[in-house]
């Protein structure tokens, strides 16, 4: 079954470019959820992962903050 | 046992990649990240060849040249240690440990740090480094930028459009960067300048709701929820322990990008070469490479 996958992320940020990139090769579609123009998902983003840096990515409610491609592998099975 | 590993993939660890490649040689290259200082820049304007292009992009040109060739990579994975053991170097990393006979550290830099009380707590938490990535986080609020040269201009620049007020807290007496942005941040409205302030601490209670600095003598809490740190870069050259660096930490190199230890090469930002810029990072990742090149060839 595929896990649903959503990246909260900015434009300008080169993380979340890598991290987007990371799961477009690995052919996990996902959310791109922009919270430099979504204030209502960037204050969501900030109240549920409890910090501010992006990218956070939700693996299925499983939040990892920042691009760390071992547990998105880990968490995805990959 | 390998030709040579190359440490960092930045614009100098990707080009020496780029040269390696094309020389044949047996190499595996070892990087935190890919696209390095390069992937987070803004707007760059004076990489030959693009009149107009932004870091991320640069970057990404310079990941897909590499992987045409199907290089050999570890990423991300942290160099800890280096040691020249007879004729070879052995290079032990968080993950593994690995031998070549010789190396190119091309490792660059990083962002240097407050070290002040609250700093570690708050990192991410109201504290951050990159103005580019987490900046739009910030709408609404009254917001603190340290620094006073380009990066930290930069940085009021990009928030001006968004926070409420921002206090730019700059150490010496005045700002350092371009004239032209200089001018921009003193004519906005919600720009405070306070020279000759230091920071004192970083204060909060899980996120980041205050700081005290002192400012001509004076002590001073401003309240702000957001803290952007753009007080300049240090080398990552901390795992080169015996390799001769200047007073900055940077690695020593000759015009050949040699080191003070047969074998071992540097390039880029990591080193003493006059002048951090991409393209100069890029022709050194090009110059180090054929160097261990003419190196190997000579011990064959």
């Known amino acids: 079954m595929n896990k649903k996958v959503k990246v909260y992320s900015t434009p300008t940020c080169p993380f979340c470019i890598r991290a987007k990139q990371f799961l477009k090769e690995s052919a996990v579609s996902f959310e791109d959820i922009d919270v430099s123009v979504n204030q209502e998902a960037a204050q969501e983003m900030i109240k549920r992962s409890g910090q501010m840096g992006v990218p956070v990515i939700d693996i299925e409610g499983e939040l990892i903050v920042g691009f760390d491609k071992d547990k998105i592998k880990r968490s995805l099975g990959l | 046992m390998y030709d040579l590993i190359i440490i960092g993939a930045g614009p100098a660890g990707i080009t020496a990649t780029v040269y390696a490649a094309r020389k044949k040689m047996d190499f595996l290259v070892i ?119 380009n990066s930290a201009l930069d940085a009021v620049l990009q928030l001006m459009k968004i926070a409420r007020r921002i206090y730019l807290i700059n150490i010496v007496s005045h700002l350092t960067g371009d004239p032209v942005m200089i001018e921009k941040v003193h004519e906005s409205e919600i720009v405070t300048v306070m020279n000759n302030a230091r920071v004192l601490e970083i204060t909060g209670d899980g996120m980041v709701s205050g700081i005290k600095v002192r400012c001509d003598g004076e002590e001073k809490a401003l309240p ?41 090469f540097a390039a880029g930002d990591v080193t003493d070469v006059p002048e951090k810029q991409i393209i100069i990072a890029a022709g050194e990742g090009s110059k180090a490479s054929l160097a261990a090149f003419k190196y190997l060839n000579q011990r064959r």
């Not at chain 2, 990941?63 to 800890?80: C, N, T």
């Not at chain 2, 103005?131 to 917001?143: H, I």
């Not at chain 2, 080169?240 to 080191?259: F, M, P, Q, S, Y």
């Open chain 2, 31 to 149: 990087s935190g990240d890919i696209g390095g200082q390069a992937a987070w820049s803004g707007d760059i304007e004076n990489y030959t060849g693009y009149q107009f292009i932004t870091g991320p992009e640069l970057a990404s040109k310079f990941e897909e040249h590499m992987r045409k060739y199907g290089v050999a990579m570890k990423e991300p994975e942290s160099v800890l240690d280096l040691k020249k053991v007879d004729d070879k170097v052995v290079v032990k990393t968080d993950k593994g440990q690995y031998e070549s006979k010789t190396v190119i550290i091309a490792s660059g830099k990083r962002s240097r740090e407050l070290s002040v009380p609250g700093e570690k707590e708050f990192k991410n938490k109201g504290l951050t480094y990159c103005a580019t990535c987490d900046g739009p986080l910030f709408a609404g609020r009254d917001v603190a930028v340290i620094g006073g040269g």
């Open chain 2, 224 to 264: 702000v929820g957001g803290i952007f740190v753009e007080i300049g870069l240090i080398p990552n050259s901390h795992f080169a322990t015996d390799i001769e660096k200047n007073a900055l930490g940077e690695i020593k190199v000759d015009c050949h990008n040699r080191t003070n230890i047969p074998g071992i």
